[in-house]
């Protein structure tokens, strides 16, 4: 069922307005976000008539617009992306794992986004998998499933990794699999004391050699002086870095990954109103606990696009990416041996290809038959109207 509000909706009633104002401070990236959200499921990108195989039923389907940043196109995103991952679940307790940036240098991160997004992704990988490594700890080769998320719930800019964890890994000679204990993974003081120096050594790295750029308020920062005094301040803190309780099984992991995976910066879900005041939606607000930590907020419709745009990534950014037994080189033989190990069945077969993939498409709204295509038209045209009656022979139009 449609929401009543989506983001669609919003940018298409204030978006060209919006893009007029702010001409020349928008980035391409972002127009072609606002563009692709605007014309999803329309007929702007064409689309096709299904029928119902039992009642003859008609409706019309526009073609989605596929871009990572829209709400309505994420769902079979996800599935695909599941239904492949589903064989490198181990049958082992996982962990939840988040590393997250001072707001100092979120700052800094919001006028670099690739090279800081990198960063973060590297320095917090190299950290689980430096101290899982050390014998004092787990002293074992451990696989991390790493995704990005760059917002807070009232759409602020927050980036942070999530990690999803098996609760062990390979021993460093391959030959056991070293389980962790039932509810601790890693000691999250050291995690973020390494973090820290990783991140900030190599954001110095990428100061010294001319690879971050500053504007308007941050200007000051392009002068190498203010940029160490402002690393320095940060370096004093206690970087966080949160570890949750276990999973209970890996059909929870699947659960967990459906949800962030493929999640954008609001889902049209948590929209409310909008009206001459703003956008209304839902936040949640983590620093409280209870019902107090569920609310609604309302921005001026401008400053909610603006901030909607903060989390476009930059074009061909992974934000979902895997390291240690699941990096990509090696992931079949770690997984075996990982299996080998612990005495777990193989995983279940891959499809054949010949096998015609699931269908997605819903049922028939009046008798829940099966529906299927039956005609497509192209961009920016309109679906053929049905054959009316038959004439009867021998009679004329009036």
């Known amino acids: 069922m449609r929401p009543a509000l989506e983001i669609a909706d919003i ?156 609760g062990g890994g390979l021993s460093l000679d391959g030959q056991r699999w070293v389980s962790s204990r039932p509810a601790f993974l890693l000691p999250v003081r050291v995690l973020g004391a390494l973090f820290r120096r990783l991140f900030l050594t190599r954001l110095l790295e990428l100061h010294t050699a001319g690879k971050l750029q500053f504007f308007v308020k941050q200007a000051k920062l392009a002068d190498a002086t203010a940029f160490r005094q402002r690393v320095a301040l940060v370096r004093k803190k206690t970087w966080v870095v949160y570890a949750k309780p276990p999973f209970a099984g890996p059909a929870a992991v699947l659960t967990y990954l459906s949800r962030y995976t493929h999640r954008v910066a609001i889902s049209n879900r948590r929209l409310i109103a909008m009206d001459e005041t703003g956008v209304t939606f839902r936040f949640k607000d983590y620093r409280r606990d209870g019902a107090e930590r569920y609310g609604t907020m309302t921005l001026a419709t401008g400053e909610f696009i603006r901030r909607f745009l903060l989390h476009v990534l930059p074009r061909g950014f992974h934000r979902i990416r895997h390291y240690g037994l699941l990096a990509s080189g090696g992931r079949r033989d770690n997984l075996d041996r990982a299996r080998e190990l612990l005495a777990a069945p193989p995983p279940p077969a891959e499809p054949n290809a010949t096998v015609e993939p699931p269908d997605y498409r819903p049922p028939c709204p009046c008798c829940g038959g099966h529906m299927i295509v039956i005609e497509t038209f192209m961009r920016f045209t309109q679906p053929r109207a049905p054959p009316g009656p038959p004439q009867s022979a021998g009679r004329t139009p009036s």
């Not at 204030?14 to 692709?36: D, F, T, Y």
């Not at 996800?78 to 492949?84: F, G, I, S």
């Not at 064989?87 to 100092?104: I, K, Q, R, S």
């Open 11 to 166: 940018f298409r009633r204030h978006g060209p307005a919006w893009r007029a104002a702010h001409a020349g401070h928008v980035s391409l990236g972002q127009l072609k976000v606002m563009s692709a959200i605007e014309t999803c499921r329309t007929a702007a990108l064409g689309g096709h008539i299904e029928g119902c195989e039992d009642c003859g039923h008609r409706r019309i389907a526009y073609n989605s617009c596929r871009n990572r940043h829209c709400p309505k196109c994420q769902g079979a995103a996800a599935r695909e992306w599941l239904e492949a991952r589903e064989a490198d679940l181990l049958p082992v307790g996982y962990f939840h794992v988040v590393f997250t940036l001072p707001a100092e240098i979120a700052d800094i991160a919001a006028q670099n986004k690739a090279v800081t997004y990198d960063l973060l992704f590297r320095a917090a990988s190299q950290t689980m998998l430096t101290i899982a490594a050390d014998p004092h700890h787990l002293g074992a080769r451990i696989g991390i499933t790493a995704v990005l998320h760059t917002w807070g719930s009232a759409l602020t800019h927050h980036p942070h990794i999530h990690m999803i964890v098996p």
